[in-house]
Structures are given as C-alpha cells and as structure tokens.
C-alpha cells in the first residue's frame, strides 16, 4: 500500500532536506577524524624527531617503533616504516606553522605526502594545499597540478583587465583566464 504522502512534493523535499543532513554531519565526521589523524601524526613525527636530536638512539628507532605498534596494534593501519618516517618529515616541514597545520588538517594524508614528496618550498606547498581545499582536487589532480607547476604558473598572464573593466568581477575574470 503506498502512502498518498509519499507522492507530495513536500515529502520529497523533506527526504532530500534528511539526506542533505546526513551528508554534512557524514562529510564534517570525516574531517573531523582526519584533523584528529592529522594532529596525532605530528605529535609522534615531533617526539620522535626530538627523541633523535636528544639521545643516541638513531635511525633504528623507527624500525623499533614500527615492530611495538605493530604489535600493541596489530588491526591498526598507518604504521609502517614508511608513514613514521612521513610523521616525522610531516613535524619537520611544518614545526611549529599553526597556520600551516590547520591547513594540512583539511586535506588528506596522502594529499600531503604527495605535497612534500614533490615541493620543497613552504610558500609553493602552503599554495597547493589551499588550491585542494578550494577545489577538492583529488590526488591525481593535485599530481597532475604540480606537474604543471600551477604555483609558478598563477597568475603570470598579462591583461589589461583593470585598465578596463569598470567591474569589481576583475579577479574572477583573472582566475578563468589561468
């Protein structure tokens, strides 16, 4: 038996209105878990950092870690060798940039190793990341942005646009043009 309501229009704008809820609170859990990863993976990229600067316990200690999370955590991803010795470039790139942290908190993991495999500059990485927040690149567009040296790139054209467009859109105009 179907319902006469189901048929309005006011039903259905009520289920999208319900879904559209879901979706933000769905979408700000997911950032929400990720600033956390993100704030986590510093912390331990920091103190690893600053256990190598003040003792003598070297390169091995990353192996070690790896082997003691491993087994304290054995369902746990994300605690290779490889994505300590990340954490620890991650803490070493951004140090103590509050700016440069809230950023790296709003994209993925992945976007960000990918950022600090292939830029060196802070400016031109800081550049990168609020282009994938802007524009919700995903990794391969933001691979494929870097290997077009966007950075370099932006904003290089010559117009004549303020000399003669009376219209406070001049920006906008600028940014299709790029």
């Known amino acids: ?7 309005s229009a006011e039903y259905k704008d009520f289920i999208v209105s319900i879904k559209h ?12 878990v ?3 990863l993100i704030n986590l993976y510093y912390q331990i990229g920091k103190q690893i950092l600053e256990k190598q600067k003040n ?3 070297g390169e091995d200690l990353i192996g070690q870690i790896e082997k003691d999370l491993k087994v304290a955590f054995p369902d746990l991803a994300g605690f290779s060798r490889r994505n300590i010795n990340s954490m620890r470039s991650f803490y070493n790139f951004v140090q103590d940039d509050k700016i440069m942290q809230q950023l790296v908190a709003q994209i993925p993991w992945g976007h960000f190793l990918l950022i600090i495999r292939r830029v060196k500059d802070k400016n031109e ?8 927040i802007e524009n919700s690149w995903s990794r391969v567009i933001l691979d494929h942005q870097i ?3 966007l950075y ?4 290089k054209l010559v117009t ?4 003669t467009i009376e219209n406070t859109d001049i920006k906008l105009i600028q940014e299709s043009f790029k």
């Open 147 to 149: 290997s077009l040296n």
């Open 125 to 132: 990485a800081r550049f990168y990341i609020q282009k994938t």
């Open 160 to 163: 004549n646009f303020e000399a």
């Open 152 to 155: 370099n790139r932006q904003g």
């Open 1 to 7: 038996m179907t319902h006469s309501y189901l048929l």
């Open 55 to 57: 003792s003598s316990w």
């Open 34 to 36: 990720n600033a956390e």
């Open 21 to 32: 809820s879901i979706s933000q609170a769905k979408s700000k859990a997911i950032r929400s």
